[in-house]
C-alpha cells in the first residue's frame, strides 16, 4: 500500500489463500476489515497461482480494478 492510507487502512496482511483468490486483512486503528481479491479463473497448480497474484499485483501497480 501507498504510504497515505486508503479509506483509512494503514496496513494490509495476507491472511487467506486458495485456488479462487487471496483474503487481505485491512488494518486501521479502530478496526480491521477483511476483503477477498478473486482471480478471474481458478490456479490449478502453482505455476497458475503464482501468475494470478503477478496479475492482481500488476493491476495494483498501475490502479486498476480487476475486470470479471
Known amino acids: 500500500m501507498p504510504p497515505e492510507p486508503r479509506h483509512g ?4 496482511q495476507p491472511v487467506r489463500l486458495d485456488r479462487l483468490g487471496i483474503v487481505l ?8 476489515h477483511d476483503v477477498r481479491l478473486s ?7 502453482l505455476e497458475q497461482l503464482n501468475a ?3 496479475a492482481l499485483l500488476d493491476q ?5 480494478r480487476p475486470s470479471h
Request: aromatic share 4%.
Open 39 to 45: 482471480f478471474p479463473t481458478p490456479a490449478g497448480d
Open 52 to 54: 494470478c497474484l503477478d
Open 25 to 32: 486483512r485491512l488494518e486501521s486503528p479502530g478496526c480491521n
Open 9 to 12: 487502512a494503514r496496513t494490509a
Open 60 to 64: 495494483a501497480r498501475h490502479g486498476r
